[in-house]
């Protein structure tokens, strides 16, 4: 028996470290200098991975990634030179000469190889677009000049834009059509087409860091768009009550941004009075958010305006958490809310907000 658990427990600690591999590279560079050392980083945060000595121009780097991970490879005797590799936990070999760079070559990982392909299309298209941007920005007027650097700009845009997609298309499991993506993500129209092309690919390439940079900018830019969910949300109100924007479901609500300090708010007030006393018999509220600072001035603002609705505030001034959730920039501003909490519309003012209640609201 005793035999039997050892036998069993021997099984438990090969497969635990089958699970926890590791990454290796062993690498062969010419021209490195004896002593010197090799590391590897994480592109992303610095973080450095594995260090390893170098006798002979080999090293040897051993370390673990969650993930497969765009990795830059340096070396303290060469330190102009840094090669990219994007690996996973596996072996890999790198072979080369310091003094031919671009001709260093990594074996051992396809998923380096599937970067290569990426890359090899990536960078002139990239490379065109940096050398652009600042002959643009030169020319400070709208000239025949500027317009024409500028369509030249959009034109390679829209090539670099159709690489991605067309790679991503031929790579669907792949995680680097994950990292190619996120790469070109700002140069999108909008979430909406970023989101698209990245919801057509397979499970297996929706893992790890580069799908959730994805899914969280695409989130983020959604946040107060019209066609998107409200962001749920609790702030106080002038009694140190909770109040929860989901308490209101069922409900078209206005969610007013506003201040006692802000003047053209003031003036807006007796429109959005208007619109509540108007409407507020049939399911429709205002929830008012105040970036104000001074309680005593926001409780008299209330009074005087007669708002006569659900107000709260942190009293943190532009540092209102419910306006930097929504991304609120300057004030008045609104959000109108659907019974089931989906953005409706946007910076409805005077006649527009009444005209929007009225075809709703029937």
């Given at each position: ?7 069993t ?6 497969f635990?470290?089958?699970?926890a591999?590791?990454?290796?590279v062993n690498?062969k560079i ?15 945060n ?16 051993k ?5 497969g ?8 005797a060469?330190?102009q030179?840094n ?5 996973g ?16 070559k ?11 392909k ?5 960078a ?13 920005q ?8 500027r317009?024409s650097?500028?369509?030249?700009y ?9 690489e ?6 031929a ?25 698209s ?23 983020d830019a959604?946040?107060g ?5 409200a ?16 308490s ?5 609500v206005?969610?007013d941004?506003?201040?006692s ?11 959005v ?8 018999l ?12 001074d ?9 005087t305006d007669?708002?006569t ?21 300057s ?19 005077g ?7 009225a075809?709703?609201?029937?």
């Amino acid at each position: 028996m005793r035999k039997l658990i050892i036998y069993t427990l021997a099984l438990l600690i090969a497969f635990q470290s089958a699970i926890a591999a590791d990454f290796s590279v062993n690498g062969k560079i010419k021209g490195l200098t004896n002593g010197s050392t090799a590391t590897l980083k994480n592109v992303f945060n610095g973080q450095a991975l594995a260090t390893g000595n170098i006798a002979d121009g080999a090293f040897v780097l051993k370390g673990t990634v969650n993930e497969g991970m765009l990795l830059q490879l340096s070396f303290s005797a060469a330190p102009q030179i840094n090669i990219e590799m994007f690996i996973g936990n596996e072996a890999v070999v790198i072979e080369g000469d310091l003094a031919a760079p671009d001709q260093i070559k990594l074996t051992g990982s396809v998923l380096h190889q599937t970067y290569e392909k990426f890359r090899v299309q990536f960078a002139p298209l990239k490379d065109k677009l940096n050398a652009i941007v600042p002959l643009i920005q030169a020319e400070t007027a709208q000239t025949p000049k500027r317009d024409s650097l500028i369509n030249l700009y959009n034109s390679y845009k829209q090539v670099l834009l159709n690489e991605t997609v067309g790679f991503a298309n031929a790579n669907p499991a792949s995680v680097i059509s994950s990292f190619a993506l996120f790469a070109v993500g700002p140069l999108f129209s909008g979430p909406q087409e970023l989101e698209s092309t990245y919801n057509t690919l397979e499970p297996a390439a929706k893992k790890g860091y580069f799908s959730e940079m994805i899914v969280k900018s695409v989130g983020d830019a959604k946040i107060g768009q019209i066609g998107s969910m409200a962001t749920e949300f609790t702030q106080n109100d002038q009694n140190g009550k909770p109040i929860k924007l989901s308490s209101f479901k069922g409900k078209y609500v206005l969610i007013d941004f506003w201040a006692s300090w802000c003047r053209p708010c003031r003036q807006e007030n007796p429109n959005v009075v208007a619109a509540y006393n108007k409407y507020k018999l049939k399911n429709f509220t205002v929830l008012g958010v105040s970036l104000d600072q001074d309680k005593n001035s926001w409780i008299q603002a209330i009074a005087t305006d007669k708002l006569t609705w659900t107000h709260v505030s942190d009293l943190k001034y532009w540092n209102n958490e419910v306006a930097q959730l929504y991304r609120i920039q300057s004030i008045p501003a609104n959000l109108l809310i659907d019974p089931t909490g989906k953005i409706i519309g946007k910076d409805l003012r005077g006649e527009d907000l009444l005209q929007k209640l009225a075809a709703i609201l029937k």
